[in-house]
């Protein structure tokens, strides 16, 4: 089990990788994989912010710089960003 296996309690390691075929079909597909991300948040009755900050703070640096990249693409932010934008910084924790 990797460690978003065990994180994620109920993903398998296969569920959680596209294959870089699906990533070369979706790239020559109209529709935006943004705005599919932003339905599935907004249908989602679950706040899963508890799950992203603790695989964010179990993250080894390569995968925060994953993370980091991921969330700068949807939000234009880093995790650090959105932490100070909630007020939370490195002098209050």
Do not use: P
């Not at 900050?53 to 991921?70: F, Q, S």
């Amino acid at each position: 089990m990797s460690k978003i296996d065990i994180i994620n309690g109920w993903a398998e390691k296969e569920e959680v990788r596209a294959t870089d075929a699906q990533v070369q079909a979706a790239l020559e597909q109209d529709g935006s994989l943004i705005e599919m991300i932003s339905e599935e948040l907004e249908s989602d009755s679950e706040d899963d912010s508890d799950r992203l900050l603790r695989m964010y703070l179990l993250a080894n640096e390569h995968e925060k710089a994953t993370i980091d990249g991921v969330l700068t693409c949807i939000t234009g932010w880093t995790m650090k960003s959105l932490l100070t934008r909630m007020g939370i910084t490195e002098e209050n924790k």
